[in-house]
């Protein structure tokens, strides 16, 4: 069966400090995979996502970026950290399979003080 | 207008009763339909996907589309406690199948 870990699982991180969250995927190969941030009390918004190795799409223009380095694995990272960029932030990812069916990481609950 | 509504709530149903959420989209290219549902603190995990008109059932669940007036609803029958959390209406972007866009979720308590 599949599996998807994201770590660490909560940070405090001061103002203009850098970024890294990390996600692998096990179990399957050739998903899409995807970076969500759920700030608090609003909705899911997507950040990234990438249909291959190398490949990315931005989807808000912030000082966030991806990175896909290996098939399974799924980089989130900022060279410097605004308050606002404070959330919940959640790996996700499908399969090719024409279902749409997103399976969701335990999650990143980072705050920037 | 908003890509996918639901009303934020709380919706609060005794103990046995049927809850009903609801969700309606904008996209009528939209094809794919799901519930997730939230509880504080975690991760959404997926109960439902609905791809046609009509009703799906799933043990307690049941999933309803009608496409034509785009809307979406999950009905939980015989309500528990633990059935208390964030639910989570996606319908997949009809630009980009690849993405889903998600509602801002409706909270559900139910009391015993």
């Known amino acids: 069966s599949q599996t998807i870990h994201q770590w660490p699982a909560t940070l405090v991180q001061p103002v203009g400090s850098p970024l890294s969250l990390e996600c692998t995927v096990e179990g399957t190969s050739n998903p899409n995979l995807y970076w969500y941030r759920q700030a608090a009390g609003r909705g899911l918004q997507l950040l990234f996502y990438?249909?291959?190795?190398?490949?990315i799409s931005s989807e808000v223009p912030q000082n966030l970026s991806a990175s896909r380095p290996q098939d399974r694995q799924f980089i989130l990272s900022s060279k410097k950290l605004l308050l606002s960029d404070s959330g919940f932030y959640l790996c996700?990812?499908?399969?090719?399979?024409?279902?749409?069916?997103?399976?969701f990481g335990e999650g990143s609950r980072l705050t920037v003080l | 207008q908003k890509e996918v509504e639901q009303n934020s709530g709380p919706l609060s149903v005794p103990e046995g009763a049927i809850a009903s959420l609801n969700c309606t989209y904008s996209d009528r290219g939209s094809q794919s339909f799901f519930w997730y549902r939230q509880y504080s603190g975690k991760s959404p995990e997926l109960i439902m996907s609905?791809?046609?008109?009509g009703d799906k059932e799933d043990g307690r669940f049941t999933a309803q589309l009608n496409k034509a007036s785009q809307y979406v609803s999950l009905l939980i029958r015989d309500s528990q406690p633990s059935d208390s959390a964030t639910y989570l209406c996606a319908v997949n972007a009809y630009y980009n199948t690849d993405k889903l866009i998600f509602g801002t979720g409706t909270r559900l308590q139910v009391f015993p």
């Open positions: 996700a990812w499908t399969l090719r399979d024409n279902t749409g069916e997103l399976f």
């Open positions: 609905i791809y046609s008109n």
């Open positions: 990438s249909v291959g190795i190398g490949q």
